[in-house]
């Protein structure tokens, strides 16, 4: 069977589920716990014969003889056991719970995962497999899961430009469902001829990710795991932790990411009678430029900190990062100062599964302190205007950003040239505009006041709703200003 009809068959389970309230996102953490669960005992049979430090009696084996209530008390016994194990099975059972209320279901779903050998299915088809279904679930706009899941077409691009290297490290802070990971993994695996050394660094030592939400957490260990990175009783290579809190304390050679949408962070507080709040964070580190509580502007300072002098990065911010002022431009002058900051891709709307949301992807290099400014030049590349994509009538592809790839000029950008889309800015002319402002553009949008260039409706209809969206945004933005938030 190919990964998709193997996708396919596995989620069209997911229907009958959904009759008894299991969400999409349920439904796939309960796969994910029994698919790591069949794979252990695989992996733990001949010819691998592996010390899985699992015991029979909390064994995928002690499922298959059990039906019924039987079968339900075993599972939520192992579910609750396996939790406070170390390594990557605490990790991935971290206070797991039951969704599947009907035994029956719960049977079929078991004995389902059961006909299939997953170990003797390559890494890719594994991969696929499980990257179909986080695809799926991020499509279903009820669950909220589409905001840890970046599109695969755009993270593509993004490694492709980076070019990350064997022996070297490469984090996310931000890491969601681990997309920058696993085509970085990709891109090392097919581009260098890795020995034994470069093969263990790249399975074990080469990523390092944080995720603040424990569902999304372990939807990524198991998605590194499936492809190859990481193994059944190693150290996880993530941690659940907001990670914009302190310095990780180790600097790497890369940063991507794609930090969560939404200007200002936040936590609930549980009042004394039981009532919630929420109240709006601050960081106060002595590595940041500025204090802020718009998480974005954080997430920038942060990036810059966790890089190695000539480190990389990449990182997907709202178009607010390129013109606020206040606390906005502040970053944006050091990051000019301190790093280069030498290319900036203008991304199209209705391409994110959050919607609301203009963006852009900043390229910078870290650098270490000097008199005059690192940056001479930012290149920017408009991929927006007179571009329009939909999640479900006109996907982005990979096709739509070769174009965006060839002229970053992965493999000596230094060596440049300016077309219609792609055009630089010396620093002067930069530090010249009002705020610093980066938000630049040139092209004409040929729909404006051209009837015959209008976009489809469908396309029309999804920019109205993104734009009011970007709007309400805003207005709660000012809302919570005037009600005393800083």
Same mark, same amino acid.
């Given at each position: 069977?190919?990964?998709?009809?193997?996708?396919?068959?596995?989620?069209?389970?997911?229907?009958?589920?959904?009759?008894?309230?299991?969400?999409?996102?349920?439904?796939?953490?309960?796969?994910?716990?029994?698919?790591?669960?069949?794979?252990?005992?695989?992996?733990?049979?001949?010819?691998?014969?592996?010390?899985?430090?699992?015991?029979?009696?909390?064994?995928?084996?002690?499922?298959?003889?059990?039906?019924?209530?039987?079968?339900?008390?075993?599972?939520?016994?192992?579910?609750?056991?396996?939790?406070?194990?170390?390594?990557?099975?605490?990790?991935?059972?971290?206070?797991?719970?039951?969704?599947?209320?009907?035994?029956?279901?719960?049977?079929?779903?078991?004995?389902?995962?059961?006909?299939?050998?997953?170990?003797?299915?390559?890494?890719?088809?594994?991969?696929?497999?499980?990257?179909?279904?986080?695809?799926?679930?991020?499509?279903?706009?009820?669950?909220?899961?589409?905001?840890?899941?970046?599109?695969?077409?755009?993270?593509?691009?993004?490694?492709?430009?980076?070019?990350?290297?064997?022996?070297?490290?490469?984090?996310?802070?931000?890491?969601?469902?681990?997309?920058?990971?696993?085509?970085?993994?990709?891109?090392?695996?097919?581009?260098?001829?890795?020995?034994?050394?470069?093969?263990?660094?790249?399975?074990?030592?080469?990523?390092?990710?944080?995720?603040?939400?424990?569902?999304?957490?372990?939807?990524?260990?198991?998605?590194?795991?499936?492809?190859?990175?990481?193994?059944?009783?190693?150290?996880?290579?993530?941690?659940?932790?907001?990670?914009?809190?302190?310095?990780?304390?180790?600097?790497?050679?890369?940063?991507?990411?794609?930090?969560?949408?939404?200007?200002?962070?936040?936590?609930?507080? !549980? $009042?004394?009678?039981? /009532?919630?709040?929420?109240?709006? %964070?601050? *960081?106060?580190?002595?590595?940041?430029?500025? +204090?802020?509580?718009?998480?974005?502007?954080?997430?920038?300072?942060?990036?810059?900190?966790?890089?190695?002098?000539?480190?990389?990065?990449?990182?997907?911010?709202?178009?607010?990062?390129?013109?606020?002022?206040?606390?906005?431009?502040?970053?944006?002058?050091?990051?000019?100062?301190?790093?280069?900051?030498?290319?900036?891709?203008?991304?199209?709307?209705?391409?994110?599964?959050?919607?609301?949301?203009?963006?852009?992807?900043?390229?910078?290099?870290?650098?270490?302190?000097?008199?005059?400014?690192?940056?001479?030049?930012?290149?920017?590349?408009?991929?927006? !205007? $007179?571009?329009?994509? /939909?999640?479900?009538?006109?996907? %982005?592809? *990979?096709?739509?950003?070769?174009?965006?790839? +060839?002229?970053?000029?992965?493999?000596?950008?230094?060596?440049?040239?300016?077309?219609?889309?792609?055009?630089?800015?010396?620093?002067?002319?930069?530090?010249?505009?009002?705020?610093?402002?980066?938000?630049?553009?040139?092209?004409?949008?040929?729909?404006?006041?051209?009837?015959?260039?209008?976009?489809?409706?469908?396309?029309?209809?999804?920019?109205?709703?993104?734009?009011?969206?970007?709007?309400?945004?805003?207005?709660?933005?000012?809302?919570?200003?005037?009600?005393?938030?800083?």
């Amino acid at each position: 069977m190919t990964s998709a009809s193997i996708v396919q068959r596995v989620w069209n389970y997911c229907h009958t589920l959904r009759d008894d309230g299991v969400s999409y996102g349920d439904y796939v953490e309960q796969l994910t716990y029994l698919l790591f669960l069949k794979m252990a005992d695989e992996y733990a049979k001949p010819p691998y014969n592996r010390k899985i430090d699992i015991p029979k009696e909390l064994s995928w084996e002690s499922l298959l003889s059990k039906s019924g209530a039987e079968l339900e008390t075993q599972y939520i016994n192992i579910l609750n056991e396996l939790g406070s194990y170390k390594g990557m099975i605490g990790e991935i059972f971290f206070k797991a719970q039951n969704k599947i209320q009907d035994p029956a279901k719960l049977y079929k779903l078991i004995h389902m995962i059961d006909d299939e050998t997953w170990t003797i299915l390559d890494t890719d088809v594994k991969g696929d497999i499980y990257e179909g279904l986080l695809e799926k679930n991020a499509e279903d706009t009820k669950s909220g899961a589409g905001q840890y899941f970046t599109p695969r077409a755009l993270i593509r691009a993004i490694v492709e430009c980076v070019r990350p290297e064997p022996m070297k490290t490469i984090a996310d802070p931000a890491c969601g469902m681990g997309g920058f990971f696993i085509i970085s993994h990709d891109f090392i695996s097919k581009n260098y001829d890795l020995d034994k050394d470069g093969k263990k660094f790249l399975k074990f030592d080469t990523f390092r990710g944080w995720e603040i939400v424990s569902s999304t957490a372990r939807l990524c260990l198991m998605n590194m795991y499936l492809h190859n990175i990481g193994d059944l009783t190693s150290d996880p290579p993530l941690e659940r932790a907001d990670s914009l809190l302190s310095s990780p304390g180790t600097l790497f050679d890369y940063v991507m990411t794609n930090p969560p949408f939404g200007k200002k962070s936040s936590m609930t507080i !549980t $009042n004394q009678d039981g /009532t919630q709040s929420k109240e709006t %964070m601050t *960081y106060e580190r002595q590595d940041f430029w500025t +204090t802020t509580s718009n998480k974005q502007l954080n997430f920038v300072q942060h990036v810059r900190s966790m890089l190695k002098a000539g480190g990389k990065a990449a990182v997907v911010v709202p178009d607010n990062v390129l013109f606020e002022g206040g606390a906005g431009e502040k970053v944006r002058k050091r990051l000019l100062e301190m790093s280069d900051l030498h290319t900036i891709l203008r991304l199209p709307t209705g391409i994110f599964y959050a919607q609301g949301v203009k963006a852009n992807v900043i390229f910078f290099d870290n650098k270490p302190a000097a008199k005059t400014p690192w940056t001479k030049e930012v290149w920017i590349y408009d991929l927006r !205007t $007179n571009n329009h994509f /939909t999640l479900k009538t006109r996907q %982005m592809r *990979y096709d739509d950003l070769k174009d965006f790839v +060839t002229c970053y000029n992965p493999k000596n950008r230094f060596k440049r040239k300016e077309t219609e889309r792609f055009k630089k800015f010396t620093h002067d002319e930069i530090a010249a505009r009002d705020k610093t402002n980066l938000d630049i553009f040139w092209l004409k949008d040929e729909s404006l006041g051209d009837m015959e260039n209008l976009p489809d409706p469908d396309v029309l209809a999804l920019e109205i709703i993104e734009n009011v969206e970007a709007g309400l945004n805003s207005f709660e933005e000012i809302t919570n200003t005037l009600n005393g938030e800083k």
